[in-house]
């Protein structure tokens, strides 16, 4: 690989990663999450508390969103750029 390309890589690679961990991390907090509804005037503080916990892992699953589209984008333009650099320097040769 030549080494213009390192840096770039290594920022797509650190994108990737945060796109990983966040996806582990909506994993982790989704086996805490809890499914049951409660109606009853009883349970109103948990009723609160899962209309928090739904927030935050909405928050989560937008941003992780974000950040995959992010990934994408960038590693497509990444091997967009490596392909055109390869054509340029094919070209560039004496034949």
Do not use: N
């Not at 907090?29 to 009853?40: A, E, M, P, S, V």
């Not at 091997?79 to 054509?87: H, I, K, S, Y």
Request: hydrophobic share 55%; proline share 2%; charged share 20%.
């Amino acid at each position: 690989m030549d080494t213009k390309l390192l840096v770039p890589a290594i920022g797509w690679l650190i994108l990737t990663s945060a796109v990983i961990a966040l996806a582990i991390y909506r994993l982790a907090l989704g086996t805490r999450q809890d499914d049951h509804i409660h109606l009853r005037a009883s349970d109103m503080a948990m009723t609160s508390t899962q209309m928090a916990f739904a927030h935050k892992l909405e928050k989560i699953e937008r941003t992780g969103k974000a950040l995959t589209v992010a990934a994408v984008l960038y590693g497509a333009a990444l091997v967009a750029w490596l392909m055109w650099d390869a054509w340029i320097t094919r070209s560039l040769l004496p034949r």
